[in-house]
């Protein structure tokens, strides 16, 4: 199973995070899931904020899951929640193979690839938004932030 860990990060006024490591497997992507709905007991986050940030992280860690260490798994991924007064952010890091984070989303026949589909996604609900990977570099990491309304 997933370990936790939970500390006061200096440096972020008032916030709180709360760390999860699974391993990189899609039944442990529900756990997080459930991690964050713990956290909307802790603070109200507001059901359409709570919504754009189920969907934002099952696409992090769903991408992680699927892409970062090929068909060999074997991998972790971790997912911090940092919850603030007004916000919270949520990291997704593995250490394996990296991406593009430029590569959008092309149609191959009738299909859409899923290349990039994932990331404009978290685009589009989150307000803040960070991304580091490259091709052929171990590990991405990938983070957004939601504000809060109070």
């Known amino acids: 199973m997933g370990d936790v860990a939970t500390s006061q990060r200096p440096g972020l006024k008032g916030a709180r995070s709360v760390s999860l490591r699974i391993p990189a497997k899609a039944e442990y992507i529900t756990l997080c899931r459930l991690a964050l709905t713990g956290l909307g007991q802790v603070r109200d986050i507001g059901e359409d904020a709570m919504a754009d940030l189920k ?10 899951v699927r892409h970062a260490y090929g ?3 074997g991998g972790h991924v971790e997912v911090t929640y940092e919850l603030g007064q007004d916000r919270i952010g949520i990291e997704v890091i593995d250490d394996g193979e990296g991406f593009d984070p430029d590569e959008a989303p092309s149609f191959e026949g009738d ?5 990039g589909l994932g990331i404009a996604i978290i685009r589009s609900v989150a307000d803040e938004f960070e991304i580091d990977s490259a091709p052929g570099r171990r590990g991405s990491r990938l983070r957004f932030v939601k504000r809060l309304s109070s």
Do not use: D, H, Q
């Open 55 to 64: 969907l934002a992280l099952t696409e992090a860690v769903s991408n992680s």
């Open 71 to 73: 068909a060999s798994g």
């Open 111 to 115: 299909e859409l690839s899923e290349g």
